[in-house]
């Protein structure tokens, strides 16, 4: 059978690659909360929603695919997701390698993490022409992760890379701007949309 971009999309929105999908996020998100258990165990209760990143990330991908897979839709979780799947799984491959380039090894629990966030993002980007938001909904998940970089970098909530403790006014500089980056490519994928499948 030929390999056409009708086809990819088929099996992309198939219900049994979404159930699929949904497992395997389902899985990585309940890791990704046992991954920040530690850093939760010395956070404050008023912060505790604000500092496991990825996996909160891969909860809202959680609710879109459930919904899809029943036959909606749920245009906030959509546009969370975009957003907060390419932002952290962008930013978790930067610290990683960052930290690689510091120490000269992040061992093989590094590399997976490098690899399992490169995977976050690209879904989130994969799925553009089938998120039905509005600008509304962007606004809304602006407002969340502009918050979230304020919690991170005002309040002291980052995630914690120790060997990169040096630099933690650089990478909120960076974090900022790759939410706005992140926000600006919601936008952008509401013009997309008409030129991709749905």
Not at 126 to 144: N, P, R
Not at 169 to 189: E, H, M, P
Request: some cysteine.
């Amino acid at each position: 059978m030929q390999i056409t971009r009708a086809n990819i999309w088929y099996l992309l929105t198939h219900k049994s690659f979404l159930i699929l999908l949904l497992v395997i996020n389902l899985l990585g998100t309940i890791y990704g909360y046992y991954w920040y258990g530690w850093q939760l165990a010395i956070t404050e209760p008023i912060f505790y929603i604000f500092v496991p990143d990825s996996p909160t990330a891969s909860l809202f991908f959680c609710f879109v695919l459930a919904a899809w897979i029943v036959g909606k839709s749920w245009p906030l979780m959509e546009v969370l997701a975009l957003v907060t799947l390419v932002k952290y799984g962008l930013w978790a491959d930067v610290m990683n390698i960052w930290t690689f380039v510091e120490t000269g090894s992040i061992g093989w629990q590094g590399w997976m993490l490098v690899g399992s966030h490169f995977a976050m993002a690209v879904q989130a980007v994969l799925y553009i022409g089938k998120y039905v938001f509005t600008y509304w909904h962007i606004a809304v998940a602006a407002v969340w992760t502009l918050h979230n970089d304020v919690i991170d970098y005002v309040f002291g909530q980052m995630p914690m890379y120790r060997d990169l403790a040096d630099y933690t006014n650089y990478i909120g500089y960076f974090t900022f701007w790759l939410s706005i980056a992140c926000i600006f490519l919601a936008f952008f994928s509401m013009r997309w949309r008409k030129y991709l499948p749905n």
